[in-house]
């Protein structure tokens, strides 16, 4: 019996030294400094480009946009939240203008029928009864959504 509670304690060791050098080689440097995180990642996310710029930035290019929005049932919702704010919208927006994916999957994360949302204000869909296999902004303009296309 001796013989299995030596190897138990001998494997119990091994496997709790391997376990520390492991984590002393892959932890980084300024782990724990200010707590339970990587203290220089301060200092990496202060050097990501910020991407998203607000809604003020659109506004300044896209007026007309803006004041047909402000009309609309979308008013309150910013345009990065549909336009991907992956872009430096000062340099890239003419040259490669922001697109709306407006398949029923995308559409359908505010849209989709959805009883716990349904007094919240966004308009719920029942997709499988609605135009099935087409997006929805071949029909619906975006920013003004009761305009259909023709």
Partial sequence: MSKLIFRLFFSFVL???????IQQYLKP???????????????????????????????TCHEDISDLKSSDLHSGVSC????????NASIECEVMPPKV??????CGQ??????????????Q??????????????????HAPWELKE
């Fill in 15 to 21: 496997f709790v030294s391997v376990f520390v050098l």
């Fill in 29 to 59: 440097e300024s782990f724990g400094k200010y707590g339970h995180y990587r203290a220089n990642s301060i200092d990496d996310n202060k050097a990501r480009t910020s991407y998203y710029k607000g809604e003020e930035n659109c506004i």
């Fill in 80 to 87: 990065e939240s549909c336009h991907s704010p992956k872009i």
């Fill in 101 to 106: 994916e407006g398949s029923l999957k995308f």
């Fill in 110 to 123: 505010c849209h989709e029928m959805n009883l716990g949302r349904i007094k919240k204000g966004a308009p």
């Fill in 125 to 142: 869909i029942e997709f499988k009864e609605h135009k099935e296999g087409q997006n929805c902004i071949e029909c619906h303009n975006p």
